[in-house]
């Protein structure tokens, strides 16, 4: 049996809600919505969902506050779609936990189509892998129960993280361009000046490095990309 999707919409503008809870169900997804930060915050909190769309400009919790709420606590996407256009907004909210930033007015089309490329990529959860465990140094990764622990303890990662994660470690020795690691992970083309991948990156490499301070476990090859430090 196919898992039910459902999708949690978090936009206080009634008209707005509507249409996205429209493109969730047309997509063939289950569409929930939600006025405000705390009426969100409510659903995520007795209910299971398998992403949230967000708006940042919220009454009650605003976008900002729920993200940080719930961001430690999911490995779920989380799609921003916000009238804040500001390149610094969008930054803060990735290296908050947010896995993508859509910019209002949006294109339904594209909506619909990065909905579907992160269900895609979160229900693979990374490279397709034999191994039930992948290791490198002190980290482990689960497959089968998607769980990282570093050094036994473990270690919460969002969705992006995780296939980050993963990806590298089902090839430790290669190294893995920027778009290698986008294309694969995202699905779309990788543009040069997008930061996306790297606010992940970096993230990732502050999480490790609180996990076990004594260790790097991501080096940077300048000019190619990135790779597992052996």
């Known amino acids: 049996m196919v898992k039910e999707i459902s999708i949690l919409v978090v936009e206080d503008d009634n008209d707005i809600n509507q249409l996205l809870c429209s493109i969730v169900r047309k997509s063939g997804y289950q569409a929930q919505p939600a006025f405000s930060g705390t009426e969100a915050l409510l659903y995520v909190e007795k209910q299971e969902w398998q992403m949230i769309l967000l708006d940042l400009m919220l009454p009650g919790l605003t976008g900002e506050e729920l993200l940080a709420r719930i961001g430690e606590q999911r490995t779920f996407p989380i799609l921003i779609i916000s009238a804040k256009g500001e390149q610094q907004t969008k930054i803060d909210t990735l290296r908050a936990g947010a896995d993508d930033y859509i910019t209002k007015p949006f294109d339904i089309e594209e909506v619909s189509a990065r909905i579907d ?19 490198h140094k002190d980290i482990v990764i689960d497959v089968d129960e998607q769980a990282v622990t570093v050094g036994g303890s473990d270690l919460v990662l969002t969705a992006r993280e995780y296939s980050i994660l993963t990806l590298m470690m089902a090839s430790p020795r290669k190294v893995f361009t920027k778009a290698n690691l986008f294309e ?3 699905g779309e083309e990788f543009i040069s000046d997008d930061n996306t991948l790297n606010v992940h990156i970096s993230n990732l490499r502050s999480k490790l490095a609180k996990a076990n301070p004594q260790e790097e476990y991501i080096e940077t090859i300048w000019g190619m990309g990135y790779r597992l430090k052996a």
Request: glycine content about 4%; proline content about 5%; charged content about 25%.
């Open 184 to 186: 694969s992970i995202w």
């Open 117 to 135: 490329s992160h269900l895609r990529r979160y229900q693979r959860t990374g490279p397709i892998v034999e191994q039930k465990l992948l290791r």
